[in-house]
């Protein structure tokens, strides 16, 4: 027999964040700090498994960007099995994964970060969601915005074999090629998605570059870091989200480093703090020297604002042009204001949809030729891919059975959590002074970490706007001044 | 991502976080017992918008999951009847707010199901990571099983 209850006691939110807000006698921000649960688990349960178990173990880390698991350790597997996937595969792979770009990177306008602009940062909290933005914008757009994700997601579902967690990438290609049917019905869906990005980034210039409210909030100094950046680029430096060079950038904008996922351990190296499960990626040859931006610190920013700083440039034709005018109006590169992160963000739809028109109109794509077997004797697999919040490596080792006797997985919630980290210190410092906070003042800090589209260890992006989020204030006997749920 | 299937049973879980992959069991194991030419089975870690995507079309929904109640007994079986017609509380689950996804297809005027009903288990474990459930979980998934085959048994057998 089952017992009927009501829905409030219902409460199992994994991996929520946790900010602390610690006070000085004064009032103001001593310090502040976000926590996130671990991730650490999997490379441990890991340990043992077939590596062709990988791309559908890993995928379930994140019920958000399970895409992104999935092709990245099926690419780790390429490696790991010495096989080079076929021309068509690739691209099936990349028109999949371009897709699924459009698609996040929408979902965070629309639904994610876009209601602090669209509706405004200290609108009602109640009004500060996707019913609000809904409101602002019109019910035919947001009728275009549920259409077109569920046209994308169509295309994820039938190329890889599910939308939630796809099973498409093999070592060595994918599980099935593109047929001339489907081809003619995903071009529509691509020009479509070009037409969708083109109205969203003039809803981003109408509703916030035209109010210089937002603009001054979004240059102002609260919101501003200078360090190094990260990237995937293509051999002309312009962005790619599938494979590439990574590509780093000093607070600058010079090129500081570039090299191959496979020599991701000369360049990156992860600090440890007593406080917290995550860890901090720092750039190696730079040096840990803490929470500081600048040239002597190795905090560096993936995500859209770090790539296109790390990039010289879009790859397609209509994101160059959006390209050339976010550093026209925001003064150049880089760019190093967080909030910025929401065009770029706009602008990197634009690619990954012109990327889609591009990739399925390509008559290679329907070679069915898709996967390579010529496997060679397992021992170490490393790849790279662009996830929507920035750069995520999967670094595997196994026997010569291909049982894995190592794990390391930096995915790219982590790789910016030492900038988040010090965004929100930032901004709560600028925001609360004097003891005096309101539910107002604590959405603006958090912005300070919803501009990186942060990504915790289990589907917690939610419907209302924000990852379930728990804000702490203390005073300084470490009594709590104020808590706020975000959900 | 049409169907012209009425119901959709989505279990909704870990299948690597013990416990956690109750729900996502008591599909499965469903799935083995109905015709599912009728009736879509489908399993997964979703979100609250990607809950919205995977119920429009569909007249009735259930979803089966697992939850920390803080007050029942691990293997504890529970019902949510008719979570379509509740619009008062603040649902969640997996961190979805479930009825903001509802409200969001209400005011697009999407063909939202006439009813969704939510099944779930109290479970005990849901960080180690296993794909077993514990033993108190382990033992009520038949029952649930068979409760959900109960629901449907016109439209499915």
């Known amino acids: 027999m089952y017992k009927e209850i009501t829905i409030d006691p219902i409460t199992r939110l994994e991996g929520h964040g946790k900010i602390d807000i610690f006070l000085d006698d004064k009032g103001d921000v001593a310090h502040a700090c976000l926590q996130i649960p671990e991730l650490r688990g999997y490379e441990r349960f890991s340990i043992g498994r077939l590596a062709e178990e990988m791309p559908r173990i890993t995928e379930t880390i994140c019920g958000v960007c399970p895409t992104t698991h999935h092709t990245c350790s099926g690419k780790a597997l390429d490696d790991l099995y010495g096989v080079e996937p076929p021309p068509a595969a690739k691209k099936i792979r990349d028109f999949i994964y371009n897709t699924f770009m459009f698609e996040d990177h929408n979902l965070h306008f629309y639904f994610l970060g876009g209601p602090d602009f669209i509706v405004g940062p200290a609108a009602p909290k109640a009004e500060r969601n996707v019913v609000g933005v809904i409101g602002k914008v019109g019910l035919e757009i947001g009728k275009k915005v549920i259409d077109i994700r569920k046209r994308s997601r169509n295309i994820i579902q039938t190329l890889g074999g599910r939308v939630v967690h796809p099973v498409h990438c093999l070592p060595g290609g994918v599980s099935k090629p593109m047929t001339k049917e489907l081809q003619q019905e995903f071009k529509k869906t691509a020009e479509d998605a070009v037409e969708f990005a083109k109205f969203t980034l003039q809803a981003f210039d109408d509703i916030v570059l035209k109010n210089k409210a937002y603009v001054d909030l979004i240059v102002g100094d609260i919101y501003k870091h200078q360090t190094y950046y990260m990237g995937l680029v ?22 500081f480093a570039k090299f191959k996922a496979q020599d991701y351990l000369d360049h990156i190296a992860e600090g440890v703090e007593s406080w917290t499960y995550i860890k901090f990626p720092y750039l190696k040859n730079v040096g840990w020297k803490g929470f500081v931006d600048g040239k002597e610190s190795g905090v560096y920013r993936v995500a859209p604002l770090g790539r296109l700083n790390a990039s010289d440039g879009m790859a397609t034709p209509l994101a160059q042009e959006h390209y050339q005018r976010f550093y026209d109006t925001l003064g150049g590169k880089p760019v190093h204001n967080t909030l910025a992160t929401h065009w770029a963000r706009l602008i990197e739809a634009m690619q990954a ?14 070679d069915p030729n898709v996967r390579n077997m010529d496997f060679q004797t397992p021992t170490k697999g490393i790849g790279v891919i662009e996830a929507p919040r920035g750069t995520l490596f999967h670094h595997y080792e196994t026997d010569d059975k291909g049982r894995l006797t190592k ?17 929100i210190e930032k901004a709560a410092r600028g925001l609360i002074k004097g003891g005096k906070v309101d539910d107002g ?12 589209d942060p990504c915790f260890a289990c589907a917690t992006h939610t419907v209302d706007g924000r990852v379930p989020l728990e804000i702490t204030i203390f005073d300084t006997e470490k009594k709590i001044v104020k808590s706020i749920k975000s959900h | 991502m049409s169907t012209t299937k009425k119901i959709l049973i989505f279990g909704i879980g870990n299948p690597y976080r013990c416990d956690d992959a109750a729900g996502i069991k008591v599909v499965q194991e469903i799935a083995k017992q109905i015709d599912t030419s009728q009736i879509e089975v489908k399993w997964g870690s979703i979100d609250g918008v990607a809950i919205l995507d995977e119920v429009v079309g569909y007249e009735r929904v259930i979803f089966v999951d697992s939850v ?15 979570a379509s017609e509740d619009k008062t509380g603040s649902f969640t689950s997996h961190g979805i707010d479930f009825l903001m996804a509802l409200r969001v297809g209400e005011n697009f005027k999407l ?34 099983v068979q409760l959900i085959i109960a629901e449907i048994a016109d439209q499915c057998l």
């Open chain 2, 111 to 144: 063909s939202m199901p006439r009813q969704i009903d939510i099944f779930a288990i109290e479970i005990k474990d849901n960080n180690s990571f296993s794909e077993e459930c514990t033993e108190e979980v382990s033992k009520s998934i038949p029952e649930l």
């Open chain 1, 407 to 423: 794990a390391n997985l930096i995915v790219a919630t982590v790789n910016n959590s030492a900038a988040i980290n010090m965004s």
């Open chain 2, 68 to 82: 920390k109640t803080g007050k029942g007994k691990p293997g504890e079986i529970y019902k949510i009847k008719n």
């Open chain 1, 353 to 366: 949809a012109e990327n889609m028109v591009e990739l399925v109109n390509d008559p290679e794509i329907l």
């Open chain 1, 234 to 255: 293509d051999d002309n430096n312009k962005i790619n989200f599938y494979d590439g060079w990574i590509r780093v950038v000093d607070p600058e904008g010079k090129e």
């Open chain 1, 441 to 452: 003042l604590l959405n603006m800090v958090e912005m300070a970490f919803r501009a990186y």
